[in-house]
């Protein structure tokens, strides 16, 4: 399909940001959107680290909905106020 998007395939994009007791988090359905809002709010921090990920909305048991995660696009971690970034899943390794 030409001009798709991820909520074509009923994909979001999750983005979030970890920096030690802080963080941000949230959800669209555009890629550059996504990874555009993870760097801002990372930006924000002098240390942290965040990724964009996809998900798709699940039952769950003891909620409305759940996300399943899938693929994470891109990573990134910030030190001393850099900013360095990865395409994929380095999630693990930017503690």
Not at 8 to 34: I, M, P, Q, R, S
Not at 46 to 73: C, I, K, N, Q, S
């Amino acid at each position: 399909m030409i001009g798709s998007t991820a909520q074509d395939d009923g994909l979001f994009l999750v983005w979030e940001v970890e920096a030690g007791g802080d963080g941000k988090c949230g959800v669209t359905d555009d890629e550059a959107a996504a990874e555009k809002d993870m760097l801002s709010a990372l930006a924000t921090f002098r240390h942290g680290r965040g990724r964009v990920r996809y998900a798709r909305l699940a039952p769950a048991p003891r909620a409305v909905y759940d996300y399943r995660y899938g693929t994470t696009l891109i990573t990134a971690h910030r030190m001393d106020g850099v900013t360095v970034s990865i395409a994929g899943d380095a999630w693990e390794d930017t503690q």
